[in-house]
């Protein structure tokens, strides 16, 4: 078990590109979770799946951005037709029950 | 209403002294989870403690305490025995049980140095 793996860790991309973040969560682990984080701000929470199930989504997460988790295992956050607004740390957590959420390192994409 | 508060944006403290970082929340669910994260400058996040809202008593960890006063809705993080690599972001965080609710809520964080 490593832990929560995400790739890449950074991310430099043209306003207007797509980009797309990976995020491999602890194997045994059925939730994951998907949180963005501005500078000088808590973690703000996207959308969560159960196994390959997405179940929750927050208002932050608009029409640009989608994300997915094929048959339960790794899950892909993609963001289309990036804005210089989306410049954050991209945060990716997985649990198995309701008391234990580890976090990846992140990706700390950058929008010039 | 912020559903977490931490109103220290930043703390000192001297190594091997003990510290105490404050949160308050907000919630009108009867049960819910409090958690610690501790999040250095590589960025990951960092899982500290959790306490959950019918524990009868403080959740320890190590170094790591919390003085849970649910009346007052205050979930502090004690560290006791500073070392220099406690210097960190650290984040309160809460979920609640209400259905549907499968998040975490963050504070704004508390950015600690330990002086040498």
């Known amino acids: 078990d490593t832990g929560v793996s995400q790739d890449p860790r950074h991310k430099i991309t043209k306003r207007g590109q797509n980009v797309t973040f990976r995020c491999d969560p602890i194997?045994?682990?059925?939730?994951l979770y998907w949180y963005r984080q501005t500078l000088g701000q808590g973690p703000e929470f996207l959308t969560y799946?159960?196994?390959?199930?997405?179940?929750?989504k927050s208002r932050l997460l608009s029409d640009r951005f989608s994300a997915e988790r094929p048959k339960g295992s790794f899950s892909t956050l993609e963001i289309q037709r990036t804005e210089q607004g989306d410049s954050a740390m991209y945060l990716c957590?997985?649990?198995?029950?309701?008391?234990?959420?580890?976090f990846g390192s992140g990706t700390r994409l950058t929008v010039v | 209403a912020q559903k977490i508060t931490q109103t220290q944006p930043g703390m000192f403290v001297q190594e091997k002294e003990a510290v105490t970082l404050d949160c308050t929340y907000d919630?009108?669910?009867?049960?819910?989870?409090l958690f610690w994260y501790k999040q250095p400058s590589s960025g990951e996040m960092i899982f500290l403690i959790y306490?959950?809202?019918?524990?009868?008593q403080n959740a320890t960890e190590g170094r790591y305490s919390l003085n849970f006063q649910k009346a007052r809705k205050s979930a502090n993080l004690v560290i006791s025995a500073s070392q220099l690599g406690d210097s960190a972001m650290y984040f309160c965080a809460m979920r609640e049980s209400v259905a549907g609710a499968n998040n975490l809520f963050f504070g704004t964080g508390t950015r600690l140095t330990v002086i040498p």
């Open positions: 799946f159960q196994n390959e199930a997405q179940l929750e």
């Open positions: 306490q959950g809202s019918y524990d009868q």
């Open positions: 194997s045994e682990h059925n939730r």
């Open positions: 919630t009108s669910d009867p049960s819910y989870g």
């Open positions: 957590a997985s649990s198995l029950g309701w008391d234990g959420y580890t």
